[in-house]
């Protein structure tokens, strides 16, 4: 089996290897997919057969790229969290947090279970309101934005336990991504206009990029529900992906994966990164979050108890006796049972 | 005075608040009868709601069963449909009407248990989603409905069922006792809304103070955790079915004695889908938020129907679910018996 | 009831000898994966890959005369397919009306996932609209001589009208309901439907009450000496083209209408929306749908078909009572619905042919091949045939008769074909030796566009210039932190 099992290409080398399906996956599905293993027979296809211009990794690459305007520049605060608390009751899950997001890195925002990883998620994609202080994206502040205004603002996210559009298949569910950004409704959709089917042709065209972008190209046309769990969680941020976010939140996306998929799914991140988006990872396993982000966020009871880069952060003896004696394979809470 | 009497026929949409203002004490107690039908109905859909997340379309079909149930007790007793009241007494009239009740629970709770076995545990064996289940009621109701219509008659010979109503067995006649506020109680009033306090006064007890109360509660927050405790789901799921017919049959008795000639295959349908009002408008899932709703939809339609007209009676009760609903999307005393889900 | 987590499925098909000994933990409950849903197999899903497979004129080739044999199958007279308590044509006509309601009940129902038991509503409104416009005892007749519009025009005038009226009705009782959860939207819907009946035969002076409204206005057309009111009046009875059979006409017409535009509406954003609401509202809302302005669309849709089905069933009874729009008939469309296949368009229509069809069948026969039947007896037990039917139906085959497969997309069938190819090759050496025969490509920007892909042509990103992805795209990349 080769280096990076079932996962993606040599990252964003261009000339290397190329995203196609015979690259990143050929060995690795055939063997995964044999007849007969399961009720479902899978399909596999194979996209570069219909588009021919994706088995070109860099042309990939400058589909999935990002090319929405951005008023931050490289380097500078996209998403500021301004003295957020949010308070459930009597419990304040969010006391006083202040740090920001840069445009153009991966952020990673850790914290013991409880710390409030997840509110903090939560308020800035607008699950939840913050009671003080506001959330502060590009210059504008998420104040009274609904949940799909806030994506189509530019935050996409993943969940942390899978919630896929089990019926539809992969493409779709990627279609369904690139909706966020569509500019015709029904009246276009019904009388079919030029540009209404301009925005259907393009959406299906970069929805297949991003499909071979993360890897899973060749169950473009499966259900979502028939794909194996990692295939699932690819497909979750190819469908972020979609919405063409200025930040992309992945919630801990390797959970269940075993280290090689671990390994696999680093290279993903970071080739999203170097596509030119900026990557928030909330993640409970340490050695992941040292591997691939460029700074860390630590929260531990609702407080910001360290901010700055990998290393620092994972010397600092804060952070240390927040997760004391626990080494960092006891944090990664997922089982090595997935497929390799 | 009845409240017919004062209801005067408006062509269009009338507006006569001065006549509610004349006779509110007469519509409410009247309204309170009704009331107390409707919430021992909504019972039924209530718990079953909080237990399985269903709404049991077939419910009023149950409650159908229960009249016709309490009616052939009454015809096995030696009773005929002669319009006579019966006058050997206050205390046979009670034990005759007890027994009608009885039987009306027996069969309107076999009907709902068998239901349950019949249309939903497969269903559930399946883990079908929840609009199957709703489907499979509809149908269920259907074919209670059709039974009644086609089969039971030609079971019993005619004497059971078919295309017309039942002439009604009145072991009551109406007839005024005492009055509050000026308005008419009679004896019909007082022997719905005690009987019908009793039985909502049990039930609560059962849910709330035994075993199987508790089992109940337990399920219907937590279905999986509950099983592991050592509830028995499916035991519990069969209580619930239980429990709802046996008030949907005792609710049937009342409801006949108020409005004597609704014995019809049809018969349910409306009568349950404002006990299903009634149980959302106090907060599906919560038992005590069924007989409110209950109370409170009796009692408000009363009034609507004196202000805009008898035949806007049901359009107020529709209007009045659509609006609270609007402004408290989980009823009045929200959802209590089970979680509330997103 | 508990909905299915991929997140526990960690027992993907692993290769090796322990594999097929492995449960797959990861399927969902048994009525939740039917053995129709499942990818590809089946007579059915043989005929739909043909289908799929063939180029759009090879498809209006064998479409179109099918729909012709369809819309010629009541003058045929076909021995047993023809009723004969009924006129065949009648039964028709109500047939495409009932397919009408399906196609938008389903845009409801199947596609968006919105339990509407209260359908017969917008029925009734469309029903109603064009009679109290056009009876000459409403008092808001607009038709001649009370009114200005001449009798020949009224039905088609009223029409756009009695369709928008349903359409505001669909918003109006839509923007409050629709924020409410599922379970309540069906028991408001079903009051909604009571509410508009109990209107109609309530508010006597504009409706007529219980005597309801006569000589609603119909087509004038084909006027000729025997048929002085044209092919559409009632009085053309009879004869094979009786007005059953014009209104039959004039359905399918309006039908492959509706077909075409919901077609349009399934395969774009709109159709991915309500499917993805159906799925898992808040995810959906998360990924960026309004999913509150797309379920009011399906509420407004839905409800401007149904009141096309009603201006029809008004102009073709010429007469509307109240008894006619019972909450009953709630039920029987959503039969229909479900019957088919939620979420299929072609199975809903089915569905509403079997609901018609079936206890017209029976009607007035005493025999069938040779065996003496009670018909009026099994007729009239339609609602107990129903009711059995549908409760188990939904123990064996919860999905219809004709389970979903819906397309979502407009453009990229050529992929969908691919993957079908890959399958049919499977025999020969499962998927993965259909894998490796698709040479890699040779990963050059030189082959786009190249003449062997079927279909539309790959757009966006072909040789006619990068497109604004493509472009703006590098600089992103470049300025990137590195």
């Known amino acids: ?340 | 005075m009845l409240v017919h009497d004062v209801l005067a026929a408006d062509p269009l949409i009338g507006f006569d608040l001065a006549a509610l203002g004349r006779n509110f004490w007469a519509l409410t107690v009247d309204g309170l009868t009704y009331g107390a039908v409707y919430a021992l109905v909504a019972v039924g859909y209530t718990l079953v709601y909080g237990v399985l997340r269903l709404i049991n379309f077939a419910h009023s079909e149950i409650f159908m069963l229960g009249m016709f149930g309490q009616y052939a007790t009454l015809l096995a007793l030696g009773f005929y449909p002669s319009g006579d009241a019966f006058d050997k007494g206050i205390l046979l009239t009670v034990l005759y009407l007890g027994i009608a009740m009885i039987g009306g629970m027996v069969v309107a709770g076999g009907a709902a248990v068998g239901l349950e076995r019949v249309a939903y545990r497969p269903l559930r064996k399946r883990g079908a989603p929840s609009l199957v289940f709703l489907i499979t009621a509809i149908g269920a109701s259907f074919v209670i409905q059709e039974f009644v219509h086609f089969v039971l008659p030609a079971l019993t010979g005619g004497e059971l069922g078919g295309v017309n109503a039942e002439q009604p067995i009145r072991l009551v006649e109406p007839e005024v006792q005492f009055q509050i506020f000026g308005a008419n109680v009679t004896n019909v009033t007082l022997i719905i809304i005690f009987s019908a306090l009793i039985l909502a006064l049990a039930t609560d007890m059962f849910i709330n103070r035994t075993k199987f109360g508790r089992g109940i509660r337990a399920v219907a927050q937590d279905p999986v955790t509950a099983t592991l405790m050592g509830v028995s789901r499916e035991r519990i799921i069969m209580l619930t079915f239980l429990i709802g017919g046996i008030l949907a049959g005792a609710a049937a008795l009342l409801y006949t004695l108020r409005v004597p000639n609704g014995i019809i295959y049809s018969g349910g349908f409306i009568l349950g889908i404002k006990a299903f009002s009634a149980a959302v408008l106090g907060g599906i899932g919560n038992l005590r938020g069924a007989l409110l709703g209950g109370l409170l939809l009796g009692v408000m339609e009363n009034y609507g129907q004196v202000v805009f007209g008898t035949e806007w009676r049901d359009v107020v009760a529709f209007v009045l679910l659509i609006v609270v609903l609007m402004f408290r999307p989980t009823g009045i005393l929200g959802e209590s018996l089970g979680r509330a889900r997103a | 009831m508990s909905t299915s987590t991929p997140a526990e499925n960690d027992g993907a098909p692993v290769p090796g000898p322990a594999a097929p000994a492995r449960p797959r933990p990861e399927l969902p409950p048994a009525g939740q994966t039917p053995v129709g849903q499942r990818p590809h197999g089946g007579a059915g899903d043989r005929l739909r890959l043909w289908w799929d497979a063939l180029a759009r004129p090879a498809q209006w080739a064998f479409g179109a005369p099918f729909v012709l044999f369809i819309a010629l199958l009541p003058i045929l007279n076909i021995p047993v397919l023809t009723t004969v308590g009924t006129n065949f044509g009648a039964v028709m006509a109500q047939f495409g009306m009932y397919a009408l309601i399906a196609i938008g009940l389903n845009v409801v129902v199947g596609q968006a996932g919105l339990l509407d038991l209260g359908y017969v509503g917008f029925y009734a409104i469309g029903a109603y609209t064009l009679a109290i416009l056009t009876s000459p005892d409403s008092p808001w007749n607009v038709t001649q001589p009370e009114g200005w519009l001449s009798d020949d025009w009224a039905w088609l005038a009223v029409l756009p009208v009695a369709v928008a009226i349903t359409a505001m009705s669909g918003l109006v009782l839509g923007s409050p309901t629709l924020r409410l959860r599922g379970d309540y939207l069906a028991i408001v819907t079903l009051g909604f439907g009571e509410i508009v009946r109990l209107l109609a035969d309530n508010l006597d002076e504009i409706t007529g009450g219980g005597q309801g409204l006569k000589s609603v206005a119909y087509p004038r057309l084909g006027v000729t000496e025997e048929l002085p009111n044209g092919v559409f009046s009632a009085g053309n009875v009879g004869s094979t083209l009786n007005s059953g059979v014009w209104w039959f006409w004039l359905s399918l017409v309006f039908i492959i209408i509706s077909l075409l535009l919901v077609g349009n509406l399934e395969r774009s954003r709109v159709g991915r929306a309500w499917v993805a609401i159906r799925e898992d509202e808040d995810a959906a809302e998360i990924m960026g749908v309004p999913t509150f302005k797309f379920k009011l669309w399906a509420f407004v849709i839905g409800a401007s078909i149904g009141g096309v089905s009603g201006a029809i069933y008004a102009g073709q009874v010429q007469f509307v009572i109240p008894t006619n729009f019972n909450i009953i008939n709630s039920v029987l469309f959503l039969c229909a619905v479900v019957l088919g296949g939620q979420g299929n368009k072609l199975g809903v229509i089915l569905g509403a042919f079997i609901i018609v069809y079936l206890p017209n069948f029976f009607l007035g026969r005493t025999s069938l091949f040779g065996i003496p039947i009670d018909g009026n007896a099994i007729a009239n037990y339609k609602y107990l045939f129903f009711g059995v039917a549908l409760m188990v139906l939904m123990i064996f085959r919860p999905q219809g008769l004709i389970p979903v497969r819906q397309k979502l997309l407009t453009y990229g069938r050529e992929l969908y074909v691919a993957a079908r190819r890959t399958l049919a090759k499977m025999p020969d050496g499962g998927p993965q030796a259909a894998y490796a025969t698709s040479a890699p490509a040779s990963g050059t920007v030189g082959t786009v566009g190249t003449p062997g892909s079927s279909g539309p042509a790959p757009t966006g990103h072909g040789p006619d210039g990068p497109d604004e992805n493509g472009a703006t795209g590098n600089d992103t990349t470049d300025g990137g932190n590195r």
């Open chain 1, 1 to 340: 089996m080769s280096n990076e099992p079932g996962g993606m290409g040599a990252g964003g080398d261009v000339g290397d290897a190329h995203l196609s399906l015979s690259a990143d996956a050929g060995e690795p599905m055939a063997e995964k997919y044999l007849p007969g293993a399961g009720l479902d027979e899978p399909v596999l296809v194979d996209v570069t057969e219909v588009r021919p211009e994706l088995a070109d990794a860099a042309l990939v690459d400058e589909i999935v790229a990002a090319d929405r305007e951005v008023l931050a520049e490289v380097g500078e605060p996209l998403l500021k969290m301004e003295d957020v608390s949010v308070v459930f009751g009597g419990l304040t899950a969010l006391d006083s947090v202040t740090f920001d997001i840069r445009r153009g890195e991966i952020l990673g925002l850790i914290g013991p279970n409880g710390a409030g990883k997840t509110t903090a998620f939560n308020a800035m994609t607008g699950v939840y309101r913050p009671t003080r202080g506001q959330v502060r994206f590009d210059g504008q502040v998420l104040g009274k934005a609904k949940r799909n205004q806030i994506t189509r603002l530019g935050i996409a996210r993943t969940f942390q336990n899978i919630r896929l559009f089990n019926e539809m298949t992969a493409l779709e569910n990627v279609v369904v991504g690139t909706d966020a950004r569509h500019r015709t409704s029904v009246p276009g959709a019904l009388l079919r206009t030029r540009r209404h089917r301009q925005e259907e042709r393009d959406a299906i065209d970069r929805s297949m990029a991003i499909l071979e972008f993360v890897g899973v190209g060749a169950r473009a046309t499966e259900k979502a529900r028939n794909l194996s769990y990692g295939e699932q969680r690819r497909l979750e941020i190819a469908r972020a992906l979609a919405t063409e976010p200025k930040l992309l939140c992945l919630d801990e996306p390797a959970a269940g994966f075993n280290p090689a998929e671990k390994e696999a799914l680093m290279d993903l991140i970071r080739h999203i990164r170097d596509d030119g988006y900026t990557v928030l990872l909330i993640e409970h396993d340490m050695r992941l979050v040292r591997g691939v982000t460029d700074r860390i966020v630590v929260l531990e009871f609702g407080k910001v108890i360290a901010d700055g880069s990998p290393e620092d952060v994972t010397s600092d003896p804060k952070v240390i006796a927040a997760y004391l004696g626990v080494p960092d394979e006891e944090l990664a809470e997922g089982d090595a049972d997935a497929p390799a």
